[in-house]
């Protein structure tokens, strides 16, 4: 289906009670151009509810350079484990390196983590996404209270859409809570990333991710130096409060 006519609207509608199973299935039958973004966390679900549905699903995992050595094993263990291509997308060198150059490997730390997350997620994303008419992510309502609590099932993606295209996201797990995925993980013998053994709910990139305490909320564990509701790294830039 071309995503200009697809009626999200009404779709997410109709899907906004449905099962993850369900609104994964539409999407599947809905687009032959859509992928799967892969993190390299609990979001593997998805990878196991659509395997389940179609063998040959298009997966894409953001490769930012600074990923735990843990989540880079546990990406390969995805994809021996259920047999499926993963494209690994890199930041463009050259920005990358001038980026680097000019302000360090750690600059997020001082000014934000915009512009290193902008080089190293948004840009490959973008690229990766204009080959796309849809896509497939793990956001869910309970991980931050600050900028996920009205995650639709389906929306239009307004951060990536264009004039000529409109970019369809799918946000299957939407309204599972945290429990739930992981109810999912342990019944189905789903593999996870060890890291969620040693106290780490979110995961992001090794130096802009640190593990909870009890009581923590999840999101506390991300940019932890930064107001809650930036704490979004462009990927989901629609889920930005004004400031
Ligand atoms: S999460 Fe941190 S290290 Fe990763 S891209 Fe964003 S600012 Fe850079």
Redesign the pocket.
Known sequence: MNSNNFDYQQQAKQFADESPRSIIKLALDSFENIAISFSGAEDVVLIDLAVKIRSDINVFCLD?G?LHAETYRFIETVREHYQIDIDILSPPTEILQEFVKNKGLFS?YQDG?TE??G???VLPLKKKLAELDAWITGQRKDQSPDTRNAVPVIQKDNAFSTAEKTMIKFNPLANWSSTMVWEYITVNNVPFNPLHERGYISI??????RPVLPNQHERQGR?WWEEATQKE?GLHADNMKEK
């Open positions: 930012t600074r997020f983590h290193c997350c080089i190293r997620k992001g990139c090794e130096p802009c991710t940019w790294c």
